[in-house]
């Protein structure tokens, strides 16, 4: 089984339009990639493709109604679509301080979702 | 009068205006009286008096409901003390019952001492008339006035008439202190006044004598004292002293009567005043005088032949006197209006009822009228109830606040007196006046030095040697800055450490960290902090640097409305309302807004679901709402790429992404991570030809574009969605510049800057998106730092002088450039860095900047974009002397030179 996949390298302006050749799921070969970084973007992205999830949670007794919360590392691109439906459903309380851990061990994957800012209490 | 009058005139379909001198209503006779509503046995039958006395008495009885007037119908005793008063008093009741006063009837001493027990036992009997009343007088004068704004009637006060012009002996308009106001009708409702009003047009049918009356006021703990209005028997000139209560639960004695000549004359005399206390004490001996508060005089206006003066001016048409208005002026008054208006109708005025016309005015108790539970329902409507403000009346800092913002706003400390009852107390104001006159400088944006007692020219306070308190004079600062986005925090910043000593952040958002704060998404700061941050961790450190340095101002919630020379800049604030804050330097930082559909005219209905992406960002991300399930992106710009992620992550579905343009206009990232990610397809060459939808967008029209961006016919397909996000670029945010007289790159839409950020003004820079929309924010707070820092340099007079300006132009291949000029000797910031933008995308090009026959950098880039800015540095030191022009171009390099 091999397949042949097109991919736009973002590492830097130029944007190499490159295709890597994955069989049994390796890479087999690839072309395009005119650097170094480019192609071991290229191998990351075929391999293991890593993304930030970014997305907002519900807050109870904030200044305002949600929090914005970011991965404090990457994860697989697959697990990003799961970890915010499972974040949508969960609240916090205020006050927040930006980098508290608001979701511990994100799906088991050792990465935590912290706050992406502060989120002070409403004044009662 | 005039209020009563104008509260009847708006019953109708007219346009009229009250014109009031003084800086409040009811200034005049109407605010220093007696506040008796009379039965109505006193004056001649036949006479205006007689007729309108007795009329009005029965409309206070509907206009107590209406108007929610605070009245008391405590009844009158006219008291009699010898044989001869019981004769005249006989005479009182005949003309009573002539005049249709009724129930009126004679008492015998028993009675009279069993319900007055502290009038002089010397009392032979009384005459007794139940119906007669007490009333504030000026809360009658308020309420009229207050009820005819609600109705349409405008009150211009501090509006003196000076001149009435005529043409062809009717009336045409009336000359102001403050300008021309055209009318054929006019009322002279001018009191003591009403005699120089008709004097203007040579009517000397109005002969007014002011006729002064002084009183004593005494401390409420005298309330139980007189039960009723205790009236002596009447002499020939005057009803004579009454010991009274008011409403407000006081007692009053008054008034003696002198003729004056001075119609502004108020002053108590040692005399009248004697007068008063030794009238006074024949009906109530035992008078403690120890417990007066206060003394006041007030004016009749008397006229030539002691009645009323209602009717048309014999002089010049359309001027209607109603004038002489003396007791019982206050309880004649909405009758005489009534009359006033018939007069207007019998001369013709054509009168058609006022379709929106309101009676009512609810009546509000005040704050110490409510009982506990009352009071803590006002608190939790308005905590500034939680301030009493004037001790001895109980009233608090929030019904002192609402007079000041009333449709009939209190501008002086006895207008907030008079409606509030602050400063009417014990102390007379001694406690509260201070505070009240703080109040009224705070909620006008004034200094306390503005503030007046009553009359136009009444200033209270001097302003003290050596200047204003700070916290009474405008706000100054070395620097202003203009937004709390990225690009004012970092001017802000950069400002301080410059050397600037205070400096301002002026946020119209509840919120530091402008746009930022709903860029919730990751890939800000690799250039400022080497680290990948979301929008919020990239504001919230420098939100958290400005927090920490105290020399920085931060207003939220405010507006800049104007910035004027000098700098004035006049901000409207929701802690502080409208306010003037005064600066040294101005940094323009308001960022940019998105181009609307209107602006690039797509046709087709206008249902919900259309939105700009940046407002479906602040829906989503900072709302917590979705701006719909089934979305259309139109334009491939940044905002739009990462909503279509967004919405995609929250479970909506991303139809597709439409560019008119050949390539995208956002970030490749963002092209393979918002939409190959999602397998969101971006059609490129396409747009959107119509929207579809009634209430709702229900679907889209796409079409192919030709290379002139025309929709190819027959290329058309469908998409149904129920929401369209337009993400079609960004236009900086430059009302504020415009009126500032800044001059404007056609092509940025932003201000022409130096390398210092300087625009066409001196003392006015702008640095961020209200320059240039930058794409990268890390740019924008690298931008903003040239910005603060030389801002500051200027309010300390630091700033180098400019020798010499060379223009930067735009050459071949590049569309923008900034700075657009270059300020010589460059002071100490020699490398300039060029922000500049292609027109369309290069592959292997050379960016070439030359000045005059020099060519003092080139560089080649693999490739250019629109979407990316470039950024090069120049040295300042390299530029050719003699050369007024740099030019910047981007060309691809030829095949052959590869």
């Not at chain 1, 990457?74 to 979701?103: H, M, R, T, Y």
């Not at chain 2, 032979?124 to 009658?140: N, Q, R």
């Not at chain 2, 200027?794 to 071949?812: D, H, I, K, W, Y």
Request: charge should be neutral; hydrophobic fraction near 40%.
């Amino acid at each position: 089984m091999s397949a042949n996949r097109k991919l736009i390298c973002i590492v830097c302006p130029i944007g190499c339009i490159g295709e890597v050749c994955i069989a049994d799921g390796q890479v087999a070969s690839m072309q395009g990639f005119i650097c170094e970084r480019g192609k071991s973007y290229a191998y990351a992205e075929s391999t293991n493709p890593l993304r930030m999830l970014t997305t907002t949670v519900r807050v109870r007794g904030g200044v305002l109604p949600l929090l914005p919360v970011v991965s404090a590392g990457s994860l697989p691109k697959a697990c990003v679509p799961v970890g915010v439906q499972l974040l949508s459903e969960i609240i916090v309380d205020a006050p927040i301080k930006v980098g508290q851990v608001i979701f511990p061990d994100l799906l088991g994957l050792g990465v935590d979702i912290v706050a992406s800012r502060d989120l002070p209490a409403r004044p009662i | 009068m005039g209020s009563a009058i104008a509260r009847e005139l708006s019953r109708y379909n007219l346009r009229v205006v009250v014109l009031e001198k003084h800086p409040d209503l009811g200034m005049g006779t109407s605010k220093a009286n007696s506040g008796i509503l009379h039965a109505g046995f006193d004056a001649l039958p036949g006479t205006h008096k007689a007729s309108l006395n007795v009329r009005g008495n029965a409309l206070y009885h509907e206009l107590e409901a209406e108007l929610g007037i605070r009245l008391k119908w405590i009844g009158s005793l006219v008291v009699a003390l010898d044989e001869h008063d019981l004769a005249v008093q006989s005479d009182l009741l005949r003309r009573g019952k002539a005049n249709g006063v009724p129930r009126l009837e004679l008492i015998s001493r028993d009675t009279l001492l069993e319900l007055e027990p502290h009038i002089t036992k010397t009392a032979l009997g009384a005459l007794w008339a139940p119906t007669a009343g007490i009333v504030s007088p000026f809360d009658a004068t308020l309420a009229f006035a207050e009820n005819a704004v609600q109705n349409g009637v405008t009150v211009l006060r501090e509006h003196a008439v000076e001149q009435i012009v005529v043409n062809g002996n009717a009336v045409a308009g009336v000359v102001t202190a403050h300008g021309y106001i055209e009318t054929t009708w006019i009322i002279n409702a001018a009191g003591v006044h009403a005699g120089s009003i008709a004097a203007l047009v040579g009517d000397d049918s109005v002969a007014i004598t002011p006729r002064k009356g002084e009183y004593l006021l005494f401390d409420s703990t005298l309330e139980d004292c007189v039960k009723s209005v205790l009236f002596p028997t009447p002499t020939k000139v005057s009803k004579g002293i009454v010991v009274g209560p008011t409403v407000h639960g006081n007692l009053f004695i008054g008034p003696n009567a002198a003729n004056v000549s001075d119609p502004e004359d108020l002053a108590t005399t040692a005399i009248g005043l004697s007068e008063i206390i030794d009238g006074a004490k024949k009906l109530v001996p035992s008078l403690p005088l120890g417990a007066v508060i206060t003394q006041f005089a007030g004016l009749r206006a008397v006229a030539q032949h002691d009645d009323f003066i209602i009717g048309p001016s014999p002089v010049v048409r359309g001027l209607i006197h109603a004038a002489g208005i003396q007791s019982p002026g206050l309880t004649a008054a909405p009758a005489i209006a009534e009359r006033t208006v018939d007069i207007l109708r019998e001369l013709g005025l054509h009168l058609k009822p006022n379709p929106r016309f309101m009676p009512l005015r609810p009546a509000h108790l005040s704050y110490k009228e409510h009982g506990e539970p009352g009071r803590r329902h006002l608190f939790a409507l308005n905590p500034l109830h939680g301030r009493i403000i004037c001790r001895c009346e109980g009233v608090t800092e929030a019904e002192i606040v609402s007079a000041i913002h009333a449709p009939c706003p209190a501008h002086t400390l006895d207008a907030v007196k008079v409606r509030t009852r602050a400063g009417m107390g014990r102390c007379q104001g001694g406690f509260c006046g201070p505070r009240t006159s703080a109040l009224l400088a705070r909620e006008l944006g004034l200094p306390l030095s503005s503030v007046r007692k009553d009359t136009s020219e009444s200033f209270l306070y001097f302003p003290r040697r050596g200047g204003h308190p700070v916290a009474d004079t405008r706000p100054e600062f070395d620097v202003a800055v203009i937004g709390g986005g990225p690009a004012g925090l970092a001017a802000a910043l950069a400002a301080r450490e410059r050397g600037a000593k205070r400096v301002v952040i002026m946020e119209r958002d509840r919120e530091l960290g402008g746009i930022l704060n709903q860029c919730i998404h990751n890939g800000f700061g690799l250039h400022r902090f080497n680290e990948e941050l979301t929008g919020p961790t990239y504001a919230q450190r420098y939100i958290d640097m400005v927090l920490a340095d105290a020399a920085i101002t931060v207003y939220l919630d405010t507006m800049v409305r104007q910035v004027r020379p000098g700098f004035q800049v006049l901000v409207s604030s929701a802690a502080h309302g409208p306010m003037e804050v005064a600066a040294r330097a101005v940094v323009l930082a308001m960022g940019c807004r998105e181009r609307t559909r209107g602006a690039i005219r797509i046709p087709g209905s206008r249902p919900a679901g259309v939105f700009t992406a940046g407002a479906a960002q602040r829906i989503v991300n900072m709302e917590g709402y979705l701006p719909g399930k089934k979305i259309v992106v139109l334009g491939s710009g940044d905002i739009g790429l990462i909503m279509a992620r967004r919405l995609t992550l929250e479970g909506a579905k991303v139809l597709a992404v439409v560019e008119i343009m050949p390539y995208s206009n956002g970030l490749t990232r963002n092209i393979v991570q918002c939409l190959e990610d999602y397998d969101i397809p971006l059609y490129l060459s396409h747009t959107v030809t119509e929207v579809h939808g009634k209430d709702r967008v229900t679907g889209v029209t796409v079409a192919k574009v030709d290379e002139n961006k025309s929709p190819i016919p027959g290329s058309e397909f469908a998409l149904d969605c129920d929401c369209l996000l337009l993400s079609v670029g960004l236009i900086p945010e430059n009302e504020l510049s415009r009126e500032l007289g800044v001059l404007f790159d056609p092509v940025t839409l932003g201000p022409v800057v130096d390398q210092f950020r300087h625009t066409s003004v001196p003392g006015i820079f702008a640095a961020g998106n209200v320059l240039h929309v930058h794409d990268l924010v890390d740019f924008v707070s690298e931008e903003s730092e040239l910005a603060g820092r030389a801002a500051a340099d200027f309010a300390a007079g630091n700033m180098p002088p400019t020798c010499q300006t060379l223009s930067v132009r735009a050459g071949e291949g590049v569309r923008t450039v900034v700075p657009q000029k270059i300020a010589l000797p460059a002071g100490a910031e020699d490398t300039i860095r060029l922000y500049l933008r292609a027109t369309i995308p290069l592959q292997r090009c050379t960016l070439t900047v030359t000045s005059g026959h020099q060519t003092p950098l080139t560089r080649r880039f693999p490739v250019a974009k629109p979407s990316e800015m470039i950024t090069v540095d120049v040295n300042a030191l390299s530029l050719a002397e003699g050369a007024n022009e740099l030019c910047v171009s981007l060309r691809e390099v030829e095949k052959h030179e590869r």
